[in-house]
């Protein structure tokens, strides 16, 4: 970090009590415990994780963890850059990474990226973008900033967002499209933007369960070169392997197979428990919403109709 | 005052609450606090306003430490007191407790989004701010927003707010109310990194914040320090708890602060504070097949973060994730524990999600031990003192094996 950046701690749960001073604790992936990089040349693979404090929640970083991790398993040196606003976004990067945030967060994060420049010179070097939520819809040609207002995104992918008429929460899986050799997509989407694709960007899948663009085709994501957005959000690379690889592929070419048991296992609990049961929960609110006098959502608080006057859910 | 039908009502909708209680117990569908309150409720909206009128309410919220805060309080102000101490801490569960205890002094844990409406109906002297981390993001959403409705709830009525200092989010709410500034130590910056009033970043310098809109971290009132608190008038007061953790002693400070505003001295609270070592299972020894472990809750990244940084590294871990409703049904905040502390060890995996968790342990470069069973699963770890620590529906499960 330069000595000029911003003081900001990086995400951290610190005990500042003094007999207590040696506990510190981070949650960002670069100053991990464990995590410490060895001095890489320059032939290093190199990770570049954009704006974390404006594009970050629901776990985003987990994919520059997932990324790193299975490069390094195949002896690819890795080089993980975490860019925060105002500092440079470096245009010699491999692969960026773009996570989720608020409105307020994404039209700052867009107005900031293309006032840098770096990530466009870096796109245009056909290096690799990956898109989550806010992160997806700041890579394409508009999306809904602060207070609604059409927002001009980076032109990267040819999509388009707007809102949806209900905020879309749940479980997700996408059947990948025909020919692209990935495998199902699974993972969880929270997200109130509809994004329309235009002739150059195509679908990443066709969703089989939750919202995904909620383009009414029932598209999900969007690829164009080697740009990618998606509405599974946070650690979406940890559930699917096989996307996390690649984006590594297109970076560093043929990758040798990793042992990937204990992601079978989560990938075959998912599919076999939870998502046929979040298909169950959707078929039977659809059947609520068509009886008379339904429509009216189902709370997840617990509260009665005289305590429960905050909403919860936003736009 | 309540008429005479009002009364009636009220009365009417108690006993059958009652009846629906005993029904869910004889049933075997648990305690029926929740269930109890919901009837009462429905037959007499107005219930928690009339079991509340004439008592000194404390009102304890935030995302993470409601629990134990609220059973600190308790002891701290000494005597009875009403409290809902079984963690149902909506409007039913407020009502069911309140219905049960006679006491003229309530501590009440609430749920973050039912502050508005429970401070509507109980009228609290005090609101105790913990803290506001991102938790169960797909019913909550943003801090920011909580952070909102709470600044609008302390603003609508004079009320003290005992409120944590050194979360931006706490202390934008608590300019509203009149605030008692307590600084506990801990800092969580993950969810503290913009400015709630301006939206522009944080400036974070030596464990203080500030914004360029001239939102400042404010001098505290109450002080954790090394060995105790720093009270009003420089005093400092040392805490002696069974509780552990840094995380627990920045509860005790909220504690005495809370207890100082209802007239107990800090040095009287602090001393009774000693007397807690459980709260609700937390911290409880449990027998794991013969196995002695301790028993941690922790439910979101800054729970964990604290959890992680309480299990000395000789201790043995074994890690619960579910995600069912009350947990959160998404899993993805696993990846904002800095389960990387872990790295080079083998821990247990255990819950629902345990797939889930084996994954996130791996990338974090742990050795993830997978099963459905605790007792089986501790008796595959490694010699050594035993911490099992799990999230809030798995944390209910493991309950059962205390000892």
Known sequence: MSPDAPSSPSGALREDVSDDASVSLSTAPFDRPGAEQPPTGKDALRIVHVYPHLLGTYGDAGNAIVLRYRAQARGIAVELVVVQPGEPVPSQGDIYLLGGGEDAKQTAAAHELRGDGGILTAAGRGAALFGICAGYQLLGETFLGVGGAVTAGLGLLDVRTDRLESRAVGNMLARPVAGSGLSDLIGFENHGGATVLGPDARPLGHVAIGVGNGDGRGTEGAVQGNVYGTYFHGPALALNPALADRLLASAVGELAPLDDALCDALRRHRLQEVLPATARVGRLQRLRRRLPGGGRGTGTSGATATLSEVPTSAG | ?403
């Open chain 2, 1 to 403: 005052m309540p008429t005479p039908t009002e009364r009636a009502r009220l009365t009417l909708a108690l006993r059958a609450g009652r009846l629906a209680g005993w029904l869910s117990r004889r049933l075997g569908r648990g305690a029926g606090a929740v269930v109890r309150g919901r009837v009462v409720l429905g037959l007499a909206p107005g219930a928690l306003r009339a079991l509340a009128a004439g008592r000194r309410t404390v009102v304890v919220t935030g995302t993470n430490g409601k629990s134990t805060t609220t059973r600190l309080i308790t002891a701290a102000l000494g005597g009875d007191v009403a409290t809902n101490a079984t963690g149902a801490n909506m409007g039913p569960g407020l009502v069911t407790a309140l219905d049960d205890q006679r006491a003229t002094t309530a501590v009440l844990e609430t749920d973050e989004l039912h502050v508005p409406a429970v401070m509507r109906a109980t009228e609290p002297l005090v609101v105790v701010a913990l803290n506001l981390t991102r938790d169960q993001l797909d019913r909550t959403h943003e801090v920011s927003r909580t952070s909102r409705v709470w600044g609008e709830a302390f603003g609508a009525r004079p009320v003290t707010v005992v409120a944590n200092a050194a979360d931006p989010h706490v202390v934008a709410a608590a300019l509203a109310g009149t605030p008692v500034w307590v600084d506990p130590g801990l800092r969580w910056t993950e969810d503290a990194t913009v400015c709630p009033r301006c939206g522009k970043l944080l400036d974070w310098v030596d464990g203080r914040w500030s914004s360029s809109c001239g939102l400042t971290m404010p001098e505290p009132d109450y002080l954790l320090t090394a060995d105790g608190v720093r009270v009003p008038g420089g005093e400092e007061v040392p805490l002696d708890l069974r509780l552990p953790g840094t995380v627990n002693r920045g509860n005790a400070a909220f504690a005495l602060a809370a207890a100082a505003v209802l007239g107990v001295p800090p040095a009287t609270a602090a001393a009774r504070l000693t007397a807690v070592d459980t709260v609700d299972g937390r911290y409880a020894q449990l027998d794991l097949g013969g196995r002695p472990a301790r028993l941690f809750l922790a439910k979101n990244p800054a729970g964990w973060a604290a959890a992680l940084a309480m299990i000395d590294p000789e201790s043995q871990l074994v890690v619960g994730i579910n995600a069912r409703i009350a947990d959160g049904t998404d899993t993805s905040w696993l990846y904002d524990v800095p389960f990387e502390r872990l790295a080079g060890r083998t821990v247990g995996a255990i819950g629902d999600r345990r797939t889930d968790l084996a994954v996130r342990l791996h990338y974090a470069g742990a050795t993830p031990v997978v099963d459905d069973d605790p007792v089986r699963l501790a008796a595959q770890l490694p010699p050594g003192p035993l911490v099992v620590a799990a999230n809030y529906t798995a944390f209910r499960e493991l309950r059962r094996h205390v000892a």
